[in-house]
C-alpha cells in the first residue's frame, strides 16, 4: 500500500563546527504543490536547492519549509533598512485604502526578507563550504521525515477509504435486490391506479397496459447505473493500490459516484431504494472529504 497523504511533518537538526540549525517541515493539503520557505539572510543560496530536491519527490500539497541557524559565539547585529521598510509601508497604506483593509502590522513588516538585515562575523569558504553541505543533508532528512509522516498518514485514510467502499458496495447490494422488484411493484401500483378509475376490468386496453408498464419499467430500471457504480468501486480499489499521486483521479471518480448516484434516486419509484440513494451519497460525502487530503 502506497497511498500517501499531503498532511505530515518532518524535523532535523544538526550543527557544523560552531554553526547549528533546525529544518522543520509542515504539509497540509493543496490542488497542488506550493513551496514556501522561510530561510535566514545569507543563506539565500539555499532556497532554490531545497525547492528543487522536494518537487523530485513531492507532487500536492502546501509545503512550508523553515530554516532556523545559528553560530555560536558571535554578536549577532540587527539593523534596519529603513530604504526597504519606508517603501513597504507607502505601499500597504495604498494597498489598505484602496481595498479598505486594515493597515498591516510593523511585526508582519519587519518579516519581509531584507528589512532587517544580520551582521555576523566573516565565515572563512572552507568553513561556509562544509556547514553548507551539511545544512542541505539535514534538509534531506527532514524532507524523509516529512514523506514518513505522510505515508503514515496515508495508510489510515487507506484504512478509511477502505471501509467506505465496503459500505457503499454493501448499499449498492441492496439497491439491486430492490430494483429487480420494481418492475413488479410498477406493475402492481399502475394496475391499482387503473383499477379505481374503471368499474369494469374488461373496459381496461390490455396490450395498451402491457406497453405502458413495459415503458415504464425501462425507465425505472436501474442496472445500468449499478454496474457503472460497481465499476468505480473496482476503479477506486486499484487506485488506493497504485504507486504515485493518485488523489486528482480519485477526485473525479467521487464526482462520477455522484452522477450515477443522482439518476439512481430520480429512477426511484420505491422508498426503500429512496434511502438506500441518501446513505450513497451520505458515504459519498465521506469518501470526497477523505480524498481531499490524498496526493
Known amino acids: 500500500m502506497t497511498l500517501s497523504s499531503m498532511t505530515g511533518f518532518g524535523r532535523s537538526n544538526n550543527s557544523f563546527e560552531n554553526y547549528s540549525w533546525v529544518w522543520e517541515l509542515k504539509s497540509v493539503n493543496g490542488k497542488g504543490l506550493d513551496l514556501r520557505t522561510r530561510i535566514p539572510q545569507g543563506f539565500d543560496t539555499l532556497d532554490k536547492h531545497v525547492k528543487s530536491v522536494a518537487k523530485k519527490v513531492l507532487f500536492r500539497g502546501t509545503l512550508n519549509i523553515v ?14 533598512n529603513e530604504d526597504v521598510l519606508n517603501k513597504l509601508i507607502i505601499i500597504a497604506k495604498d494597498a489598505a485604502i484602496k481595498h ?5 502590522s510593523i511585526d508582519n513588516l519587519l518579516t ?32 524523509k521525515s516529512l514523506i514518513s509522516s505522510r505515508e503514515e498518514e496515508g495508510a489510515a485514510t487507506y484504512c478509511m477509504l477502505s471501509l467506505i467502499l465496503d459500505d457503499i458496495n454493501r448499499l449498492l447490494s441492496e439497491a439491486e435486490v430492490i430494483g429487480l422488484k420494481q418492475p413488479e411493484l410498477l406493475k402492481e401500483k399502475y394496475e391499482k391506479k387503473l383499477g379505481s378509475l374503471f368499474d ?14 413495459v415503458l415504464l419499467a425501462l425507465k425505472s430500471d436501474i442496472k445500468e447505473e449499478t454496474d ?5 468501486i473496482v476503479s477506486a480499489r486499484k ?14 471518480l ?19 431504494l429512496t434511502n438506500i440513494g441518501l446513505s450513497l451519497k451520505a458515504s459519498i460525502d465521506q469518501f470526497r472529504e477523505q480524498v481531499l487530503n490524498v496526493e
Do not use: W
Open 100 to 104: 479598505n483593509l486594515p493597515m498591516p
Open 67 to 80: 530554516l532556523q541557524i545559528k553560530k555560536d559565539g558571535v554578536e549577532t547585529v540587527l539593523n534596519v
Open 200 to 213: 369494469n376490468k374488461q373496459d381496461i386496453d390490455q396490450g395498451r397496459l402491457a406497453q405502458e408498464i
Open 239 to 252: 487506485l488506493l493500490l497504485t504507486n504515485g499521486p493518485v488523489g486528482r483521479k480519485l477526485e473525479f
Open 254 to 272: 467521487t464526482q462520477e459516484f455522484n452522477r450515477e448516484i443522482n439518476t439512481l434516486c430520480s429512477k426511484s419509484s420505491d422508498t426503500r
Open 112 to 143: 519581509i526578507r531584507e528589512v532587517i538585515e544580520v551582521n555576523n562575523d566573516d565565515t572563512p569558504d572552507y568553513t561556509e563550504k562544509g556547514r553548507d553541505k551539511a545544512v542541505k543533508l539535514s534538509f534531506d532528512e527532514a524532507l
Open 228 to 232: 457503472r457504480l460497481n465499476a468505480h
